[in-house]
């Protein structure tokens, strides 16, 4: 008896946490997002500082001018003070932190042909921030580690067949629910992000042509898309040619309006 009821007190938790924690997207999605901004913040900027120690800074020199050049002009479309930090690092990567945290490799850099390229890139990672990504990924962590607390009750997972259970919950909620929202995760901040970078003057096809490149610097070396928290290369690009519709007539305006970026690489 006293199992049933605390188990019911668990399930009546997780269903009020549930209840409660809907929130929206910038893109209109309902999205499960309950942890505190603030501790969110708190941790990219820890993260950030530690990258800092961790990784060599390129402080000065052309690669630096021409990143912040580009992040100044993505970032003045969403407001705040964001800090940008060039690594000395050879993989293609770049990020941004919850916190106002943006870092660009040199390894990028090397990549794109020109501005626009780069504020894809950027203009997508910010895109994870806007939406609260990392805040949704955390949440839906905790819930479901409680949700497999309750069917560990529920199972009994001393026996065989509970054992079973929570194993199979485990695949489920690795290959069935976190992973696939990674993968929207992704598309969506590529969203967000083709068209911040066409409200900051730069010139939207060049997202296509970015991950054209991205595809072609990969050679062929990608995980199937079921398996990865990233969409397939011709998913993104097929998606953003989509978007161009929307994201094109921003641009325009953009430029009508005078935002016409001139970061040299």
Known sequence: MRLISNLSIWIVLLCILLLSACATSPT??????????????????????NLKKEKPIEQSGKKVQ???????????EVGGEWE?????????????????????HTGLIQLVDNQDQ???????????VLARHSNERMSQQVSTNLGLSIVQAVAAPTTPL??????ALGVGAQYGVIMPFSRLHESEADIIGID???KAG????????????MSQASHGNQPPEFLSTHPSHDTRIEDLQARLAIAQPLY???????????CVK
Do not use: Y
């Open 28 to 49: 209109g999605r309902t999205q499960l997002a309950f942890m505190p901004d603030a501790e969110i913040d708190s941790m990219g900027l820890q993260a950030f500082e």
């Open 84 to 104: 940008v930090v060039v690594f000395d690092d050879a993989s293609l990567n770049a990020f941004a932190l919850p916190g106002r945290k943006i870092g660009v």
């Open 118 to 128: 780069l504020a894809a890139v950027i203009g997508h990672e910010i895109g994870h």
């Open 66 to 76: 021409f990143v912040n050049c580009v992040a100044q002009a993505v970032t003045r």
């Open 252 to 262: 325009q305006q953009a430029v009508a309006a005078g935002k016409k970026p001139k």
């Open 196 to 198: 911040l970078m066409a």
């Open 162 to 167: 509970g054992q079973a259970a929570v194993s």
């Open 202 to 213: 730069f010139n939207p096809v060049e997202s296509i042509n970015l991950w054209k490149k």
